[in-house]
T-cell receptor
Framework: EDQVTQSPEALRLQEGESSSLNCSYT??????LFWYRQDPGKGPEFLFT???AGEEKEKERLKATLTKKESFLHITAPKPEDSATYLC????????????FGTGTRLQVML | GAVVSQHPSRVICKSGTSVKIECRSL??????MFWYRQFPKQSLMLMAT?????????EQGVEKDKFLINHASLTLSTLTVTSAHPEDSSFYIC????????????FGPGTRLTVL
């Protein structure tokens, strides 16, 4: 059974204080690893897809990296508007398009 | 591009009534749509996968007679919660695959269901 574990559960940063969120996963075969941002009371917003170990993708202050066991979402010089829950999900080669989500990291960026 | 809408955004109903939630892909055709449920401070749990023109595939533990899914066109899927009870209160979110963005699912804004 696919498993996704995210840490920390919650993170509070000062504006400009860089940090990283972790997503550890277990799958029989990785088709893709996805990062989403979710604001309270809203649906997830797509950020990145990573397909193979060593791959990196960047978008503004966010950078996602992937190894064979985990992914990191690096946040550089965060701003208050980056406050949200960040969700990680995996897609297994054996289960078609199904996504298995972690429980997320709730990020709060303070002024 | 890749915008998904849901209607209604919020619904309150009495126990025993049925509620229909619509999920639409606004600027693309979605051969596959997904329905998720999310409880407070928990992750998204896949309920079912819906393919246009065929029966939905339900995840283990999800009652197909209680959560009726219809994917009548390439832009519309509906979830009907039949005989709703307070324990069905949750945040229901749909997603859709575009077919050209490999494996990526784009999510709707969600529907908050409260059953009194």
């Amino acid at each position: 059974e696919d498993q996704v574990t995210q840490s920390p559960e919650a993170l509070r940063l000062q504006e400009g204080e860089s940090s990283s969120l972790n997503c550890s996963y277990t799958v029989s075969g990785l088709r893709g690893l996805f990062w989403y941002r979710q604001d309270p009371g809203k649906g997830p917003e797509f950020l990145f897809t990573l397909y193979s170990a060593g791959e990196e993708k960047e978008k503004e202050r966010l950078k996602a990296t992937l190894t064979k066991k985990e992914s990191f979402l690096h946040i550089t010089a965060p701003k208050p508007e980056d406050s949200a829950t960040y969700l990680c999900a995996v897609q297994d080669t054996g289960t078609a398009s199904k996504l298995t989500f972690g429980t997320g990291t709730r990020l709060q960026v303070m002024l | 591009g890749a915008v998904v809408s849901q209607h209604p955004s919020r619904v309150i109903c009495k126990s025993g009534t049925s509620v229909k939630i619509e999920c639409r892909s606004l600027d693309f055709q979605a051969t596959t749509m997904f329905w998720y449920r999310q409880f407070p401070k928990q992750s998204l749990m896949l309920m079912a996968t819906s393919n246009e023109g065929s029966k939905a595939t339900y995840e283990q533990g999800v009652e197909k007679d209680k959560f009726l899914i219809n994917h009548a066109s390439l832009t519309l899927s509906t979830l009907t919660v039949t005989s709703a009870h307070p324990e069905d209160s949750s945040f229901y979110i749909c997603s859709a695959m575009t077919g050209y963005s490999y494996n990526e699912q784009f999510f709707g804004p969600g529907t908050r269901l409260t059953v009194l």
